[in-house]
């Protein structure tokens, strides 16, 4: 079966530009969870769904980051007016249920880097 | 607030050899899951190991033991026969069953190196 899937795999954008970047989760999934990782900062979550609703966005760092999910399926993940500080590998990630023992997949992750 | 302290930057190991990778946590959650991950330099996450806190004996998977000694707050990783493609970086992760349900803390990781 196919695992986690996300789009695009890199992106270069522009200081100031916006940015979506897909999740699709293994189908069946009902959690689904946004993961950044950089060098300074290591790996940090960001927010997590358990169907279409977001009961944890606290990891989101600022209010130009925005996701949501659709048809308890692919997540969106949009940044506008992106910053240099938002370079970063951004990871998705899903598990059956939000079950605290359901091993979360991993997608191959979306290389943003801002210039 | 959870935490993850993972204090060995980089590990070396032979060969066929045993090596552990030493995760401690901090959590005032009575409920939680401690995992761990290897990220390869291809870049993916892979789900090696977990332990939930209640969990009378530790967990084994293959090769990979979990180490859990809940009163020091420590969940050390043993991989056993350490194979040349062990090399990776090692995240060591938990979740709680409380206001933080969802997310997985990750430590600062581990690279290990095994050498022939």
């Known amino acids: 079966g196919a695992g986690v899937s996300q789009s695009p795999s890199n992106k270069v954008t522009e200081k100031g530009k916006d940015v979506e970047l897909r999740c699709d989760p293994i189908?069946?999934?009902?959690?689904l969870y946004w993961y950044r990782q950089s060098l300074g900062q290591g790996l940090e979550f960001l927010i997590y769904?358990?169907?279409?609703?977001?009961?944890?966005k606290s990891g989101l760092p600022s209010d130009r980051f925005s996701a949501e999910r659709t048809g308890g399926s692919v997540s969106t993940l949009t940044i506008q007016r992106t910053q240099q500080e938002d370079s970063a590998v951004y990871l998705c990630?899903?598990?059956?249920?939000?079950?605290?023992?359901?091993?979360?997949?991993f997608g191959p992750g979306t290389r943003l880097t801002v210039l | 607030a959870q935490k993850i302290t993972q204090t060995q930057p980089g590990m070396f190991v032979q060969e066929k050899e045993a090596v552990t990778l030493d995760c401690t946590y901090d959590?005032?959650?009575?409920?939680?899951?401690l995992f761990w991950y290897k990220q390869p330099s291809s870049g993916e996450m892979i789900f090696l190991i977990y332990?939930?806190?209640?969990?009378?004996q530790n967990a084994t998977e293959g090769r990979y033991s979990l180490n859990f000694q809940k009163a020091r707050k420590s969940a050390n990783l043993v991989i056993s026969a350490s194979q040349l493609g062990d090399s990776a970086m090692y995240f060591c992760?938990?979740?709680?069953?409380?206001?933080?349900?969802?997310?997985?803390?990750f430590g600062q990781g581990t690279i290990l190196t095994v050498h022939p």
């Open positions: 990630a899903s598990s059956l249920t939000s079950g605290l023992a359901n091993e979360q997949f």
């Open positions: 189908s069946g999934h009902t959690a």
């Open positions: 769904f358990q169907g279409n609703s977001a009961p944890d």
């Open positions: 959590t005032s959650d009575p409920s939680y899951g």
């Open positions: 332990q939930g806190s209640y969990d009378q």
């Open positions: 992760a938990m979740r709680g069953a409380g206001t933080s349900y969802g997310k997985l803390t």
